[in-house]
Nanobody, 122 residues
């Protein structure tokens, strides 16, 4: 089964940008819808962006216009470009995959990486 590994997290000042990577082994991400979740301290984890097999994308309100999810099938990877980062973006970010195609609910994402920490400072 597919195994996911996130990387690219770190510390960034407010207003800065960061790109997260999601790479896979055991299977190719080309065949999976991919979503990014995050969990901030004291908060529930939340899905905020996803990309379909056909590369259609979706963003929740806080991510729209600031975050950009893309595939690179040649590298078997999905990337998340985050711009204009804010203090409230501090969280552990997770790459996830689902077996479902087409429209998928957040609850369908069953494969999870271990996460990568993003810390935004003022």
């Amino acid at each position: 089964q597919v195994q996911l590994v996130e990387s690219g997290g770190g510390m960034v000042q407010s207003g800065g940008s960061l790109t997260l990577s999601c790479t896979a082994s055991g299977d190719t991400l080309k065949y999976y819808p991919i979503a990014w979740f995050r969990r901030a301290p004291g908060k529930e984890r939340e899905g905020f962006s996803c990309i379909s097999i056909e590369n259609a994308t979706y963003y929740v309100e806080f991510a729209e216009g600031r975050f950009h999810i893309v595939r690179d099938n040649g590298k078997n990877a999905v990337y998340l470009r985050m711009n204009n980062l804010q203090l409230e973006d501090t969280a552990v970010y997770y790459c996830t995959a689902t077996d479902l195609s087409g429209s998928a609910e957040w609850d369908s994402y069953r494969y999870w990486g271990l996460g990568t920490q993003v810390t935004v400072s003022s």
